[in-house]
């Protein structure tokens, strides 16, 4: 328990401290107007207030990532609580903050964009590739998972198909209207229920006595599973998650002013990662090891969602709580489909005003995502892992690459992204559904691609800095 509540202790100090400093090497301009203002169009570039968009930023960025991840995770032990704190301070945080204020700052640009400008060209095409891919996967897997809760939920009284069925339409009408038309009025409502949902548990864990395993370094795996890179790859959001840099430009532009960042974008990721230390501790102390791990095995770690939400808080919160639980994936999912929307558009140059210009990049995208759907849930999230992963490794030196070229302290971007560019290569070369190779083998290789990685980043710093008309902020227009 004491472990349980000094990490959650940790995290908040840290939207206070780091989240500050974090924000003070940015440079934030309070007088600079923002995108939702240069470039409002009634769609997507709408200004809308900072409590809205925390609570939207929160449920686009938290899917059951936060829920399903710790819980898989916590069949490693307490080391998850390790990794959920140091990874959404150091690295999920800063992640998040950097990559939503460089799109701020660049008229709202999605990632695609952000690394061909300061990565290099061949970098927005590999980029834009893999973050629609990633979007797929995304919408996909919150499609699934949900459905699947809400069937439980009402005992098969509706069909599976009809509730995925449903669950897409909501999806194309929330892709294709204005953000302000539904992401905008219940996202607020919705995001209050999943924190209630949350604190609930929570407050359940610590009033019941709950017996959450105190801190260690063993590895407590069932299966033996290595620390490094699986667990990393298990929990992403709650610690970092490449999919919250799609993510962060549907705030981008619609924040007000820039002091709001840091409330929306680190304080947000810090709220993530409460909601994540929340389920990993629940799991760990409701269903611990061998148990946890068959639970998982039968039902998924959906069924532990509701074995938690129904022991803890009986039949009506319960209830509450695998709702808020389901809130999670469908007000991701939605948002997924939308920034593939909006990334697609802005690599074809297709303006977005028009009803029929979303729908025929829309309606392909959920064709290929109703396919998905029939693959294995466990096999999609592998996939969505690691790419979730690579993508964090780029946006973080995207970030690191905005601040050297100032030369502010890119290293609170460039230690976390060399971090996760040693995750994404090791489970590559050592996962199945990569290379298969052995872990020592893998970790060389690995490593071997990190250092060249690192190479090619301080080489394309040395560039960049040496071009006299980069133009770091693209939106300059300042508010009279």
């Known amino acids: 328990m004491i472990t349980f509540l000094v990490s959650i202790a940790l995290l908040i100090v840290a939207y206070f401290t780091y989240g500050k400093f974090i924000e003070k090497i940015f440079g934030v301009k309070e007088t600079r107007q923002t995108p939702a203002y240069s470039m409002k169009d009634g769609v997507d570039y709408i200004p809308m207030g900072t409590n809205r968009n925390s609570l939207i930023q929160l ?13 898989m995770g916590a ?19 800063v992640h998040d903050y950097l990559t939503g204020m460089i799109s701020i700052r660049n008229r709202g640009a999605h990632l695609p964009q952000l690394a ?23 919408g996909t897997v919150f499609v699934t998972a949900p459905a699947g809760l809400l069937f439980n939920l009402m005992n098969g009284w509706v069909t599976l198909g009809i509730i995925t069925g449903a669950i897409f339409v909501y999806y194309i009408f929330a892709t294709l209207l204005p953000v302000d038309k539904i992401i905008g009025r219940i996202y607020p409502i919705l995001g209050a229920l999943l924190v209630i949902s949350a604190i609930g548990v929570g407050v359940m864990l610590i009033g019941t006595g709950a017996p959450i395993p105190e801190l260690t370094l063993t590895n407590m795996h069932p299966g033996g599973d290595a620390i490094f890179p699986l667990l990393m790859i298990t929990i992403a959001c709650g610690a970092i998650s490449g999919f919250h840099a799609t993510q ?3 705030i981008s532009r619609t924040t007000q002013n820039e002091k709001s960042g840091r409330r929306i974008f680190y304080g947000m990721m810090i709220v993530e990662g409460i909601i994540a230390m929340i389920w ?11 148990d946890l791990s068959e639970l998982i095995a039968t039902g ?20 509450l709580a695998v709702l808020g639980v389901i809130v999670l994936p469908i007000t991701s999912g939605d948002t997924a489909f939308r920034s593939a929307r909006m990334i697609i558009a802005d690599y074809i140059k297709l303006p977005q005003l028009k009803i029929a210009s979303r729908l025929w990049i829309a309606l392909p995208l959920f064709v290929i995502s109703f396919i998905l759907t029939n693959m294995d849930f466990t096999l999609l999230w ?38 996760m560019t040693m995750v994404s290569f090791t489970f590559i070369f050592s996962a199945p559904i990569g290379f298969g190779l052995p872990m ?15 190479g090619l980043f301080a080489y394309k710093v040395k560039l960049n800095r040496a071009m006299d008309n980069f133009e770091i902020d693209e939106d300059t227009s300042q508010v009279a």
């Not at 449920?59 to 819980?71: D, E, K, S």
């Not at 970030?399 to 976390?416: D, S």
């Open 280 to 290: 990993a501790a629940a799991a760990m102390s409701l269903f611990y090891g061998q």
């Open 116 to 138: 061909g400008k300061f990565l290099g060209k061949a970098m927005k095409h590999i980029v834009n590739a893999i973050a629609v891919l990633l979007l797929l996967l995304v």
């Open 382 to 419: 592998r996939y969505f892992g690691v790419t979730n992963a690579a993508i964090s490794a780029i946006a973080l030196f995207v970030g690191a690459m905005y601040l050297a070229i100032q030369m502010k302290f890119h290293w609170v971007a460039t230690v976390p992204a060399v971090f």
């Open 59 to 71: 449920l686009n960025i938290a899917g059951v990532g936060p829920i399903f991840g710790p819980i």
């Open 440 to 454: 020592t083998t893998s970790y060389i290789l690995a490593g071997v691609g990190t250092v060249i990685v690192l």
């Open 248 to 250: 962060s430009p549907i």
């Open 75 to 93: 069949l490693y032990g307490p080391v998850a609580f390790i990794w959920i704190v140091l990874g959404c301070i150091f690295a999920g945080a």
């Open 300 to 319: 998924g770690a959906g069924l532990v969602v509701s074995e938690v939400a129904f022991t803890l808080l009986g039949a009506i919160g319960g209830t």
